[in-house]
């Protein structure tokens, strides 16, 4: 079941309540606005009423000075407010963006069941939008709505009944536009998502896409989304404008309904010229933040949308608290009574796995496709939390590292490797802003790739298209290496990291492993291929996501493999 929300919407109004000020100050400027608005109306009560019967250029030269003077500060009262609007906007978005950058990276490994749309920084953007426009001044111009109605019908009430009645219907058409757009607006919104997540996959795949002949499939799958995305946003601006313009419309022939009324009222010496003038425009008054409303509804309900989206993330992924800063640890891996359930599914896939390493030992983890290697290189690495037991990194449990200061004692070498867009430098230094270039070349180094790296078009300068483009499948392994062991950390994770390796680089890793473990470091290797594990003096059998065997490299492969000396024989150095 998904989580109520309720922490994410709190999360999301304690943000709002530490901009309460600049609220208030709206609030305040609001209400000279509304005020001001009045400026208008009494001017030209006072031309009809006074200096039109008077003939007295005195008091129209008077009033004119005095409107000017009226009609200047509520522009700067306008102006300040529509600041302090965008200030409140760009406040809210700075307090976010990286709690949700983060809580949906999080949420992609940790939580990917439930909601499919994980929409956070659009739907961060839409509340930034519609705290930073005019849609947020209606929420404080609409409480004037009675009050300008009230000063109509001090004019005469006939006036003021008219004025509820045509501000009742427009009321009822923003209810009517509220409920006829808003699943046309959450299709219409799917459907972009879906098609733009599209257009970026197969961008990043075109190789794919070329090699198989998949154009003309892929364009059609693509071409259908984009039109489903069409039809649903033109479905949507039919409504929401049909609305749109009726309301405006309404408005409009309102403002001569009234202005008729009015005139009769005259005829029938109930009011004068000008009250019926001054009527006229407060009624367009009264009624423009209903309409404003209206005409602002796409971005008001795309806000709302972003506001549910956002509290069910933030609540699904909560921030993660300050941690203690635990001092660098031993290398000694602790595994005890493990199993993973990968994120969004049911069925475990590691079961109770128990094991131990020490400093300077590598152990190497072998079993078929599908036994649970990769499973067991998340878990150890933090990137899946255990759904029950302990790792622990010299006796702590990794979760008490917190993610980043965990990451600096833990490399990781993933089974496919993706380098960013930036140099090869920049890469091996995790992208971190300003890499340390003494650390990039001596992780290098120590991962056996500085001669291959010095062999490139720019050498550590080399810039990398997204995805390591340049490169090729074994040069991007040995880069993965140097960024694995960036920092120097403890524990050292390579997920197959001699797939794509020539006799030169699976050396060069041999020699990187054996050089870690005279420092003092443990390292744990996924492998396929015998070469992978000549290192080991550990091994690890997994099956079904279980252990098999556990213990001293040649005892455990002479006890279950029954060609354990071609493996055995396998491991000096060929790589097979
Ligand atoms: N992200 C995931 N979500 C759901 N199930 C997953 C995920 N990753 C792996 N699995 C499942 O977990 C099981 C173990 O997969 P894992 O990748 O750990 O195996 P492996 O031993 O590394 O295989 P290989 O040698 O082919 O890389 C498989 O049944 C797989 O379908």
């Not at 209903?290 to 972003?306: D, V």
């Not at 971190?432 to 270039?437: E, G, I, T």
């Not at 996501?545 to 002479?558: E, H, I, M, S, T």
Request: aromatic share 6%; glycine share 10%; with cysteine.
């Amino acid at each position: 079941m998904l989580p109520s929300g309720k922490a994410g919407v709190e999360e999301l109004r304690t943000a709002l309540k530490s901009s309460a000020a600049g609220f208030l100050a709206i609030g305040l400027f609001s209400f000279f606005v509304n005020l001001l608005v009045l400026t208008g109306p009494l001017f030209m009560l006072q031309i009809y009423d006074r200096v039109l019967s008077s003939r007295s250029e005195a008091t129209l030269v008077a009033l004119t000075g005095l409107i000017i003077g009226l009609y200047f500060v509520m522009g700067v009262l306008d102006h300040i407010r529509s600041r302090v609007a965008a200030r409140i906007g760009a406040r809210f978005q700075a307090r976010f963006d990286k709690r949700v950058f983060n809580a949906v990276l999080d949420r992609t490994n940790l939580h990917a069941q439930g909601i499919s749309t994980v929409t956070g920084m659009r739907d961060l953007d839409a509340i930034q939008k519609v705290l930073s426009s005019p849609a947020l001044f209606t929420v404080f111009d609409i409480p004037w709505t009675p009050f300008f109605l009230f000063v109509i019908f001090t004019f005469h009430p006939w006036m003021g009944v008219l004025g509820i009645v045509g501000g009742l219907i427009l009321v009822g058409l923003t209810w009517l536009n509220q409920n006829g757009t808003k699943e046309d607006q959450e299709r219409a919104m799917i459907a972009g998502r879906l098609s733009d997540e599209m257009t970026q996959t197969l961008q990043k795949e075109s190789d794919t896409v070329r090699a198989l002949g998949m154009r003309r499939a892929v364009a059609g799958r693509w071409q259908l989304l984009r039109d489903k995305a069409l039809e649903a946003n033109i479905r949507y601006s039919d409504s929401n404008g049909f609305y749109s313009i009726s309301s405006k419309t309404f408005r409009v022939f309102l403002q001569s309904a009234i202005l008729a009324l009015g005139a009769y009222l005259v005829l029938q010496n109930e009011i004068t010229a000008g009250a019926m003038i001054a009527s006229s425009i407060i009624i367009g008054r009264a009624l423009a933040p209903i309409e404003g409303a209206i005409g602002q509804w796409s971005l008001i309900q795309r806000a709302g949308q972003g506001w549910r989206n956002l509290a069910q993330l933030l609540s699904r992924v909560p921030e993660e608290d300050p941690r203690t800063a635990l001092p660098k640890p031993r290398a000694i891996l602790e595994v005890e009574q493990v199993t993973v359930v990968p994120p969004g599914e049911q069925v475990a896939t590691l079961r109770m796995l128990n094991l131990e390493l020490h400093p300077g030992q590598a152990l190497g983890v072998i079993g078929q496709s599908a036994s649970g290697k990769s499973t067991l290189a998340r878990v150890l690495t933090g990137i899946w939390p255990p759904a029950a037991g302990k790792v622990r990194l010299d006796g702590a449990s990794l979760e008490q590292y917190g993610t980043d200061g965990l990451a600096e004692h833990v490399g990781y070498l993933p089974q496919d490797v993706v380098l960013f867009e930036g140099t090869v430098a920049e890469n091996i230094a995790r992208m971190a802003l300003d890499p340390d270039p003494v650390k990039v070349v001596e992780a290098a180094r120590k991962a056996g790739a500085h001669d291959m790296i010095l062999r490139l078009p720019d050498g550590y300068d080399t810039k990398l298209p997204a995805m390591g483009g340049r490169l090729s499948g074994g040069q991007k392994q040995r880069v993965g290496l140097a960024r694995a062991l960036y920092g120097d950390p403890v524990l050292i994770v390579l997920d197959e990291p001699n797939s794509n390796l020539d006799a030169e680089g699976s050396m060069a890793l041999n020699l990187a492993i054996r050089n870690l473990k005279a420092e003092g470091k443990s390292v744990v290797i996924m492998a396929h291929r015998p070469a992978a594990i000549e290192e080991c003096e550990l091994i690890l059998i997994m099956e079904n996501g279980q252990r098999l065997a556990f213990g001293p490299r040649d005892d455990v492969l002479r006890a279950h493999l029954r060609n354990h000396t071609q493996v055995v024989a396998g491991t000096g150095g060929s790589n097979k």
